[in-house]
């Protein structure tokens, strides 16, 4: 029984591979659901907060933490954007300077040509990161499970994260300490051990479910390279999972690479952030130790 289902599978997949191919104006559209926890303790800064203010913080945050994406795709491209017609922000106020600059803008990806570009904006400048599209080691695992309507296969990886933490960093987290330099002093010709200090890269595992049933080496955000669609990823604290596919939609949508904006790597981008977090702290921190609204704000 379970080697004729598994003909059936296979030929319902070659007829679909086959279809799929000679169709020269083939899209998709994937739905993903993205959902980020955050440990509200690090932006205690010395303080205990309740249970009321941790939840009051995540309220405030879910929009931020909470998003809906759509992947459109064909053989070759995708663009993985936020959904415009949900992220209407709370309150009717609209997104924050602050809120859209650490929100990821649209991605694209070239399989064909090994390309990955995002549209970014911060802070009120545009940027263009640029970079070579480097394939995960994936590992082919043998467990299923059914996304939807999908049969989907199990794969995992280790990943470098290059996601901005927001908080305030713990001391000497994320550091070591490097080999031991001797400086010779020149008055007293001795010799002062000197030790620096270096980020840690941070590696995360990620675990992917993809379905052979739509084959097409694409996947939200920078995921890519299985032999299948992705439908489902978990990536340190950040899971997406895809909660609608409409294929060949009647309207299709022309993807487009983002072209606008000061050309910059991804590393050269969180460079750009981090100074700037940096800049925000230390400005606050000189103009703490004031109470009261009436400090807040140019």
Request: proline share 4%.
């Amino acid at each position: 029984m379970k080697t004729s289902t598994i003909k059936i599978f296979t030929s319902c997949l070659i007829l679909l591979v086959t279809a799929l191919s000679h169709s020269q104006d083939f899209q998709g559209k994937a739905y993903y659901f993205s959902k980020t926890t955050m440990d509200m303790s690090r932006f205690n800064r010395g303080r205990q907060m309740s249970e009321q203010q941790k939840k009051q913080m995540e309220a405030r945050m879910k929009s931020w933490l909470e998003k809906t994406y759509i992947l459109t795709f064909n053989k070759e491209e995708s663009i993985f954007k936020e959904d415009e017609k949900l992220s209407s922000p709370v309150n009717g106020r609209g997104s924050s300077v602050w809120g859209s600059s650490f929100s990821p803008g649209p991605q694209y990806k070239n399989i064909k040509d090994r390309l990955f570009l995002q549209d970014q904006e911060f802070f009120g400048k545009q940027f263009l990161i640029k970079e070579d599209l480097q394939p995960l080691e994936w590992k082919m695992g043998t467990e299923t499970k059914n996304i939807g309507q999908y049969l989907c296969f199990k794969a995992t990886a280790k990943k470098l994260s290059t996601e901005i933490d927001m908080s305030r960093p713990k001391r000497g987290e994320n550091k070591q300490k490097l080999d031991t330099l001797k400086v010779k002093d020149s008055a007293s010709v001795k010799e002062t051990e000197v030790r620096e200090e270096k980020e840690v890269p941070k590696m995360i595992d990620v675990i992917a479910w993809y379905t052979p049933q739509i084959p097409v080496s694409q996947g939200p955000s920078d995921y890519w390279g299985l032999p299948g669609l992705i439908l489902e990823v978990s990536a340190g604290n950040k899971v997406m999972l895809c909660s609608k596919i409409v294929i060949n939609p009647e309207e299709k949508t022309k993807i487009e690479a983002p072209k606008k904006g000061q050309e910059v790597t991804k590393k050269e981008y969180n460079t750009i952030i981090t100074n700037k977090m940096k800049e925000f702290r230390e400005s606050r921190g000189r103009n703490g130790g004031r109470s009261g609204g009436g400090g807040r704000g140019r």
